[in-house]
């Protein structure tokens, strides 16, 4: 055989070996995304799951502010109505999911704080049980959050580096967004007694 031809050949494997290496390592970081962001929305799921309890043993005292129950209940319902797949995982609807996500969180904690009002509520063993369920709960979101912006990064690095991008740009894969902190969550909350 040509000498010529096997370096030719041999240029040839070498370079589909890469392309074909750099895909599946493409592949592995977009499913890898797409894991975590199940992971993340199981963590919202308790969430949601754990409210309706809450508000449940919270409506037993009857001059508890209707209007914060109320408010819990509705962005409730708007975040659990806010569903994205890992494959829709784009600027405009990342924002609305954390958006609704925000607007519970906020609610949740209006109502936490409420609750200081109510000292027998405050006493209360199931209350107490699902506060401390929320908490972990909290934290568990937070944790698949980070873990999530973490396979991002290195997902949003690969299809960026050289010669991943040209593969990824081929696969028309696009950078995915981060979950970012809250506006005003770096200002430390004024507590007055």
Not at 75 to 84: F, P
Not at 88 to 107: C, D, M, R, V, Y
Not at 140 to 159: L, M, P
């Amino acid at each position: 055989m040509n000498k010529g031809l096997l370096i030719f050949l041999g240029v040839i494997l070498l370079f589909g070996g890469i392309a074909i290496s750099k895909y599946n390592g493409l592949i592995r970081k977009d499913v890898a995304t797409e894991e975590q962001w199940t992971n993340v929305e199981v963590a919202y799921q308790r969430r949601a799951d754990l409210i309706p309890n809450l508000i449940n043993t919270v409506k037993g005292y009857a001059d508890f502010e209707q209007e914060t129950l109320t408010r819990v209940v509705e962005s409730r319902a708007k975040a659990s109505s806010i569903n994205i797949k890992a494959d829709e995982l784009n600027e405009g609807n990342f924002k609305k999911f954390e958006a609704a996500q925000a607007e519970l969180g906020t609610s949740l904690n209006k109502l936490l704080l409420t609750v200081e009002r109510y000292p027998d509520l405050k006493a209360n063993q199931n209350f107490l049980a699902l506060q401390s369920q929320l908490e972990g709960t909290e934290n568990r979101i937070a944790t698949e959050r980070k873990r999530f912006n973490d396979a991002v990064g290195s997902y949003n690095r690969t299809i960026r580096s050289f010669p991943s991008n040209i593969i990824a740009s081929q696969m028309s894969m696009e950078k995915k967004p981060f979950f970012e902190s809250r506006e005003g969550s770096d200002a430390v909350p004024e507590v007055q007694f």
